[in-house]
């Protein structure tokens, strides 16, 4: 089983450049093989501008064999080609967008089956903002107003990107989580990542991690460690 990397927002802004380093080292180093989803950022265009930013930040780390691999749509996220190409990766990247339109796109996909076999078999899953939402097993569509369910590789949380931006927006249109579940906002150019042998997840970057539990909002920043209620999944 891999690693989980959940980023708030604005990831390639550069205070996430340690944790992006650290995450590129866990699956392999330099070399190994960096695939860059935009899907969350096709309703508006910009899946191209995004993909080529991912791939130029990851260069800048280092990575020599990185590329944005074209799903876009159901019909590329079914694509045979692509799908062996992300399920090859040891390192799949979740951009920002539409979290709504990203996990319709992904939904029972052979791209899916490929990211959640990736991650079976030791990649790390990064998502910053929609992508972070979409691969928990729930997460908040504000398109829709509601909680719809996720990709489900993080079992137990639903992510609020940007969390210091929306939090008062977003926390009382969501009302009630499923059973065990946790609420969880993370800030812009900030990362959470489950790289501790114990289990607990560390905070990176620039801003704070809050996790809502039954004795109020517990705020955590970097360089910290803490543990979560849930359950990183091995299949699906």
Known sequence: MGFILLEGGNEFQGQLQAVDRHALTLGGGPGTPVRILPAAAAPDGNHRRAGENGVRWFQGLGATNVRAVAVIDRTSADRADLAAEIEAARLVFLLGGFPGYLAETLEATRCCQALLSAFRNGAVIAGSSAGAMVVCGHYFDP????????????????????????????????????????LLGIDDETGLLNDDPGGLWSVHGKGAATLYTPAGPAVFRPGQRFHLPVSVASDS
């Open 143 to 182: 398109g829709a107003g509601r909680l719809r369910k996720g990709l489900g590789l993080v079992q137990g949380i639903c992510v609020l990107p940007h969390y210091e931006r929306i939090k008062s927006a977003w926390v009382e249109k969501i009302g009630r989580l499923p059973p065990d579940h946790a």
